[in-house]
């Protein structure tokens, strides 16, 4: 990937009760179209998570998470959304959602490694 990269990411967020919108950050996803990119870091923080609410399904929101990730590499078992392009992949990910585990809007960038920069976002934003 050389030159700089336009790309857009997004926060993963978890809300453990969805009418009081409070929610906690979880993870990144991050996409470039030109660079053909599409990846996902995350990390469940169980003490957090229980320090926030107790009353999160912990398997729940686990099986989504894995559920996201395949969609992102686009393996099979993503379904058949996984089969999309990467845009579409992107974009059906940061879909507004009303359930306990939803995306900021996107945001853009500009960066020359991707890799470092979903681990620089991720360190900010989440860790």
Known sequence: MQG?????YAVIRVLPK????EFINIGIILFSKRAKYIRMLYQINQKRLSAF???IDSDLLKDTLLSFDKICKGESAGGEIALFDIPERFRWLTAVRSSCVQTSRPHPGYAENLDKEIEKLF???VL
Request: glycine fraction near 0%; aromatic fraction near 6%; proline fraction near 0%.
């Open 4 to 8: 700089k990269n336009l790309y857009e």
């Open 123 to 125: 360190e900010e934003l």
């Open 18 to 21: 969805v009418e009081r919108e």
């Open 53 to 55: 609410s107790t009353e």
